[in-house]
């Protein structure tokens, strides 16, 4: 059974610089991002997640919703267990597939195919499963001849069919997805959603980062709204997508991610 | 699968432990990632890997003719001695240039999928490793036209490529760690080795420099790690002292970079 917890979790991102000083001070001036602190001496501090917890149980598709800076690509980076928190306990339970800067992996100048067995051999799939798993990323992605391409030729819509395709094809217990699901077409979007929805049927975990509240709308469950590294509200898409544009229409002159100064 | 992440130590020091072993039990990725480094190094040239063989041993040709004819030496007796100096060298010199950046150059992939971060610098030492095969089958088929003959001692060569391997794998994941916080750290690397390059005898012998103050050489540990490769293939045993250097180094490193990767392993992605 997948679930993910999250208790009392901090992360605070130390920047590392020559001249931190410096660069407090325009650090501090800027209107958006995260909190940013001091940790003793000169050394300048994000804190990107404050003392979040939540519960994301087996069969939820989850979108993350905020402002630029507001912790959500963080979250799905503690999620995927990339990185270890300051603060707190994330016990994440299921196979976790992420691919959190879509285009990371593969190599420009290598083709389709030779990008899925790099991504293959990344994600650690059996060897005796991938001859059917590269079938499937073929069908799904619908690139045809493509796949013999350079990856490097590809639209980034192509570029996202064929990372989707790779992540859920392998049936992941909980996936995780940045902002880039966006740039897909009407076509891709509908398989995608249809994929999403057949994963979390079998129980799985959901997280979609998104800017985009048409998407959120279309598919996911429930949305956490992020703020400032902390969880403005979670629970069922449409309320707290509502109050969400709600609150940007009431003070639409402020950036809602002022930062906060310890 | 299942992973619980917390900075309390049992949590912590156990992800680091089963980092450092899945890393290198996951010796089908690395070989699999390292070897396609190569392939995506020489896409699109007509020789291929070939050219890696071709560098190679035109300059150990080269340099043992002119260092021949500089020290007055035979050609046919120091080409083997330079040649394997070189090949060991230039494995030893790119794994130890390449390390401090390892974490830093991987971070899009740190970055976007969980897998251990010893993956990552065992694909670096391994490149190395194979480009040092490549360079030994060719050093094999010049000493074969110059006549050099290996005798039984080249089997030794079995017990000092895994120690070779080894330390320089261990030595790569420390520095790694260490140039991931510290980015000067690759900038002194870098002088380091254009210094130790000319303090090893790897052009010279260590009988050109007079008794009392072998200490030049002895004291490099540069020097026993070529040795204990280049000995065996010049036809006779590595000294003892090379090989308990050797050994004492692999300990040393192998204690010392698991150590630390166990306490900073949670760190390392802060610092990229």
């Given at each position: 059974?997948?679930?993910?917890?999250?208790?009392?979790?901090?992360?605070?991102?130390?920047?590392?610089?020559?001249?931190?000083?410096?660069?407090?001070?325009?650090?501090?001036?800027?209107?958006?991002?995260?909190?940013?602190?001091?940790?003793?001496?000169?050394?300048?501090?994000?804190?990107?997640?404050?003392?979040?917890?939540?519960?994301i149980?087996?069969?939820?598709?989850?979108?993350?919703?905020?402002?630029?800076?507001a912790?959500?690509?963080?979250?799905?980076?503690?999620?995927?267990?990339?990185?270890?928190?300051?603060d707190?306990?994330?016990?994440?339970?299921?196979?976790?597939?992420?691919?959190?800067?879509?285009?990371?992996?593969?190599?420009?100048?290598?083709?389709?195919?030779?990008?899925?067995?790099?991504?293959?051999?990344?994600?650690?799939?059996?060897?005796?499963?991938?001859?059917?798993?590269?079938?499937?990323?073929?069908?799904?992605?619908?690139?045809?001849?493509?796949?013999?391409?350079?990856?490097?030729?590809?639209?980034?819509?192509?570029?996202?069919?064929?990372?989707?395709?790779?992540?859920?094809?392998?049936?992941?217990?909980?996936?995780?997805?940045?902002?880039?699901?966006?740039?897909?077409?009407?076509?891709?979007?509908?398989?995608?959603?249809?994929?999403?929805?057949?994963?979390?049927?079998?129980?799985?975990?959901?997280?979609?980062?998104?800017?985009?509240?048409?998407?959120m709308?279309?598919?996911?469950?429930?949305?956490?709204?992020?703020?400032?590294?902390?969880?403005?509200?979670?629970?069922?898409?449409?309320?707290?997508?509502?109050?969400?544009?709600?609150?940007?229409?009431?003070?639409?002159?402020?950036?809602?991610g002022?930062?906060?100064?310890? | 699968m299942?992973?619980?992440?917390?900075p309390?130590?049992?949590?912590?020091?156990?992800?680091?432990?089963?980092?450092?072993?899945?890393?290198?039990?996951?010796?089908?990725?690395?070989?699999?990632l390292?070897?396609?480094?190569?392939?995506?190094?020489?896409?699109?040239?007509?020789?291929?890997?070939?050219?890696?063989?071709?560098?190679?041993?035109?300059?150990?040709?080269?340099?043992?003719?002119?260092?021949?004819?500089?020290?007055?030496?035979?050609?046919?007796?120091?080409?083997?001695?330079?040649?394997?100096?070189?090949?060991?060298?230039?494995?030893?010199?790119?794994?130890?240039?390449e390390?401090?950046?390892?974490?830093?150059?991987?971070?899009?992939?740190?970055?976007?999928?969980?897998?251990?971060?010893?993956?990552?610098?065992?694909?670096?030492?391994?490149?190395?490793?194979?480009?040092?095969?490549?360079?030994?089958?060719?050093?094999?088929?010049?000493?074969?036209?110059?006549?050099?003959?290996?005798?039984?001692?080249?089997?030794?060569?079995?017990?000092?490529?895994?120690?070779?391997?080894?330390?320089?794998?261990?030595?790569?994941?420390?520095?790694?760690?260490?140039?991931?916080?510290?980015?000067?750290?690759?900038?002194?690397?870098g002088?380091?080795?254009?210094?130790?390059?000319?303090?090893?005898?790897?052009?010279?012998?260590?009988?050109?420099?007079?008794?009392?103050?072998?200490?030049?050489?002895?004291?490099?540990p540069?020097?026993?790690?070529?040795?204990?490769?280049?000995?065996?293939?010049?036809?006779?045993?590595?000294?003892?002292?090379?090989?308990?250097?050797?050994?004492?180094?692999?300990?040393?490193?192998?204690?010392?970079?698991?150590?630390?990767?166990?306490?900073?392993?949670?760190?390392?992605?802060?610092?990229?």
């Amino acid at each position: 059974m997948s679930r993910i917890t999250l208790d009392h979790v901090t992360v605070d991102i130390p920047v590392y610089t020559a001249k931190s000083r410096s660069l407090r001070h325009r650090l501090l001036s800027s209107r958006i991002g995260g909190q940013i602190g001091l940790a003793g001496g000169d050394r300048v501090v994000v804190r990107a997640l404050d003392n979040v917890s939540l519960e994301i149980e087996a069969g939820q598709r989850v979108g993350l919703i905020g402002h630029n800076g507001a912790g959500k690509s963080t979250l799905l980076r503690i999620m995927a267990g990339l990185c270890e928190p300051t603060d707190g306990t994330v016990l994440t339970q299921g196979r976790v597939s992420s691919l959190l800067s879509m285009n990371a992996l593969m190599d420009p100048e290598m083709t389709g195919r030779e990008n899925m067995d790099l991504v293959g051999a990344m994600i650690g799939i059996p060897s005796r499963n991938w001859g059917k798993v590269c079938q499937e990323v073929a069908a799904f992605t619908e690139l045809g001849e493509f796949l013999d391409l350079p990856f490097r030729t590809y639209s980034s819509g192509m570029r996202l069919r064929l990372t989707f395709a790779l992540l859920t094809l392998q049936n992941p217990d909980i996936l995780l997805l940045d902002e880039s699901i966006g740039v897909g077409d009407v076509r891709f979007s509908q398989a995608a959603a249809q994929r999403m929805a057949d994963l979390t049927r079998n129980s799985s975990i959901v997280v979609v980062a998104t800017h985009s509240k048409k998407t959120m709308r279309a598919l996911c469950s429930s949305v956490i709204w992020m703020e400032h590294g902390r969880i403005r509200a979670f629970g069922p898409t449409d309320e707290v997508l509502d109050a969400y544009i709600a609150s940007q229409l009431d003070e639409p002159s402020e950036p809602q991610g002022t930062p906060q100064i310890r | 699968m299942d992973f619980t992440q917390s900075p309390a130590s049992r949590h912590s020091l156990r992800r680091a432990h089963e980092d450092f072993v899945d890393g290198i039990c996951g010796a089908r990725k690395w070989a699999f990632l390292a070897l396609l480094d190569i392939k995506m190094r020489y896409r699109r040239t007509f020789l291929g890997p070939l050219w890696i063989t071709i560098s190679t041993t035109t300059s150990f040709i080269l340099m043992a003719m002119l260092f021949s004819a500089v020290i007055q030496n035979d050609i046919h007796r120091f080409l083997p001695y330079v040649g394997g100096g070189m090949i060991v060298w230039s494995f030893l010199s790119s794994v130890i240039n390449e390390a401090p950046g390892i974490f830093i150059s991987s971070q899009h992939i740190i970055d976007s999928v969980k897998q251990p971060l010893t993956t990552h610098v065992l694909r670096s030492v391994c490149r190395h490793g194979l480009i040092f095969l490549h360079n030994l089958a060719a050093y094999g088929v010049v000493c074969f036209v110059v006549d050099h003959a290996f005798d039984r001692h080249a089997l030794l060569l079995l017990l000092s490529l895994p120690v070779l391997f080894f330390t320089s794998y261990f030595l790569a994941l420390l520095l790694a760690m260490i140039g991931a916080r510290f980015r000067d750290i690759a900038q002194m690397v870098g002088i380091a080795t254009q210094i130790l390059f000319f303090m090893t005898p790897i052009f010279w012998r260590q009988s050109d420099i007079p008794g009392g103050r072998k200490y030049w050489i002895f004291a490099n540990p540069i020097y026993h790690l070529i040795e204990i490769v280049r000995a065996p293939l010049m036809g006779k045993p590595p000294s003892l002292l090379s090989f308990a250097v050797c050994g004492g180094l692999l300990i040393l490193a192998g204690l010392s970079s698991y150590l630390v990767f166990l306490f900073f392993r949670r760190r390392i992605w802060y610092w990229l």
